[in-house]
């Protein structure tokens, strides 16, 4: 099987209208956007087939592919929770608790940082830098989705509404 075909039309559909917006031989300014198209349909990970069947799609050398796919915190290459959990740890964050955050994360779930739930259910993902929401801090992004002035009981809610 080639490596194209370990893409689904689906994907492939997503990564042609992205490089519709780049100038012809540019072909490489798709790859963030093909990996996180191929993450989200392999549940929530990239495999080295899956990036070698995107380097072999946009026609570049796999090592660019693996080198934007483990640069960026966005993407994992190894099995991970349904739910991606990211505690911002920055300065804004952290003068306004989000220590306390992560160790009531650690608790509640049974995990430490950069684990998943024995169930599969959540990920909590290593330390994250700035997720550029200073005014509501202490904050966390669940699956790219942002919330804000955060207290362990909020954190409490928001993990029960999750399935």
Known sequence: M???LRLSEHVREKIDHCIKKFPDGRQRSAVIEALRAVQHENQGYLTPELMDAVAD???LP????YEVATFYSMFETKPVGRHSISVCTNISCMLRGSG????HLEQKLG???GESTE????YLKREEECLA???GAPMMMVDHHYYENLTPAKVDA??????
Request: hydrophobic share 35%.
């Open 119 to 122: 169930d599969g259910k959540f």
């Open 62 to 65: 796999p090592i660019q592919v």
């Open 111 to 113: 995990i430490k940082t």
């Open 57 to 59: 799609y946009l026609d």
């Open 158 to 163: 928001l993990l029960e509404r999750l399935e």
């Open 2 to 4: 080639t490596d194209q």
């Open 133 to 135: 929401a200073c005014c």
């Open 100 to 103: 306390e955050i992560v160790e």
